[in-house]
């Protein structure tokens, strides 16, 4: 049977331009001041998953590039993720770290008296997760609070996958496995959190299989064989949400049209195991009817261009 796990859940897409000048960004962290313990453990610090532990959806954009325009306008959209792209465009750390020092928001953190911000960055990455440590570590270690992993087909890469987004657990832990394989050396995640080192560790876990975490981890379900062992992959303890975005691959995969009838069905058999897992599942609608469908139907993830994100939540509010 599949297994079940008792969190709630609660939702990403196109593009923003973006570019960051590294003193500028420095700038920025170094005028955020410090919360007291009592706010920082008031909640989450990734803003996805505050609202998934609320049961609401959330809404995610996709970064067409890495300027600090870009980081700018991101970090007070109405997203409360973007993602970068790197399985399909220039694999650039650097660039990524600029971008995520430049979504830096003092102003934010001032009116919000919390560290949370607006909006999370995630990224995707082209290992497969199997092959992806190496990749994840460099993620993570910049600060990112979630990791897409792409192509997942197996029980075993979703082990993998989570095995790398977790430090090892220190003894007594009631989450000790799966086996956390990260390195230590998170000196610059720390700082883009705003925490000390010993804290950013405490949080930098997977949610839900921590309830405390403020790192997800998303995998993508893009074939036939992914979905024919959907229920293995949901299994392994740890992974925060399946995205099968727009169903490029998928389709490909299923070997027909992305408008087949064959599609949809696959989409609905991804929902469906991911209700019954109680993981979160993402897809990318296409307008704001098409959204609040997709949001009625289960989907707790919506990745959209920025008007559709805007009219499905003025959609929603009029309920």
């Known amino acids: 049977m599949p297994s079940r796990r008792t969190h709630s859940l609660g939702s990403s897409t196109h593009s923003i331009p973006v570019r960051v000048s590294l003193a500028a960004s420095i700038a920025v962290a170094l005028l955020i001041p410090s919360p007291t313990a009592a706010q920082q453990s008031a909640q989450h610090l990734n803003p996805v998953i505050d609202k998934l532990a609320k049961g609401q959806p959330v809404f995610g954009l996709q970064a067409a590039g890495l300027s600090l325009q870009g980081a700018r306008a991101a970090a007070r959209s109405e997203a409360d993720f973007i993602y970068v792209d790197m399985e399909h465009n220039p694999l650039d750390f650097p660039a990524l770290q600029m971008f995520l020092l430049g979504m830096g928001d003092?102003?934010?953190?001032?009116?919000?008296?919390?560290?949370?911000?607006?909006?999370?960055?995630?990224?995707?990455?082209?290992p497969e997760a199997d092959q992806a440590a190496w990749v994840v570590q460099q993620a993570l270690d910049i600060g990112l609070m979630g990791y897409i992993f792409t192509g997942?087909?197996?029980?075993?890469?979703?082990?993998?996958?989570?095995?790398?987004?977790?430090?090892?657990?220190?003894?007594?832990?009631?989450?000790?496995?799966?086996?956390?394989?990260?390195?230590?050396?998170?000196?610059?995640?720390?700082?883009?959190?705003?925490?000390?080192?010993?804290?950013?560790?405490?949080?930098?876990?997977?949610?839900?299989?921590?309830?405390?975490?403020?790192?997800?981890?998303?995998?993508?379900?893009?074939?036939?064989?992914?979905?024919?062992?959907?229920?293995?992959?949901?299994?392994?303890?740890?992974?925060?949400?399946?995205?099968?975005?727009?169903?490029?691959d998928l389709h490909l995969s299923l070997g027909v049209p992305r408008d087949a009838p064959e599609v949809e069905a696959a989409r609905q058999t991804i929902l469906r195991a991911c209700l019954a897992h109680n993981v979160a599942c993402g897809i990318t609608p296409t307008s704001a009817d098409d959204a609040v469908r997709r949001i009625d139907q289960g989907w707790k993830m919506i990745r959209s261009t920025p008007a559709v994100i805007r009219e499905t939540r003025g959609a929603l509010a009029r309920r």
């Open 152 to 248: 997942v087909e197996t029980r075993e890469q979703t082990l993998a996958a989570v095995q790398s987004m977790r430090y090892p657990q220190r003894r007594g832990s009631p989450h000790m496995e799966p086996l956390g394989k990260r390195g230590s050396g998170a000196a610059n995640a720390s700082w883009a959190w705003g925490l000390s080192g010993e804290e950013y560790q405490r949080r930098a876990d997977l949610w839900p299989l921590n309830p405390e975490g403020d790192l997800l981890a998303i995998v993508m379900v893009e074939t036939a064989e992914g979905v024919k062992n959907l229920d293995e992959i949901l299994s392994v303890p740890g992974v925060g949400m399946v995205f099968i975005g727009a169903a490029g």
């Open 106 to 126: 003092k102003g934010l953190v001032l009116k919000k008296g919390s560290l949370q911000p607006n909006l999370a960055l995630f990224a995707r990455f082209p």
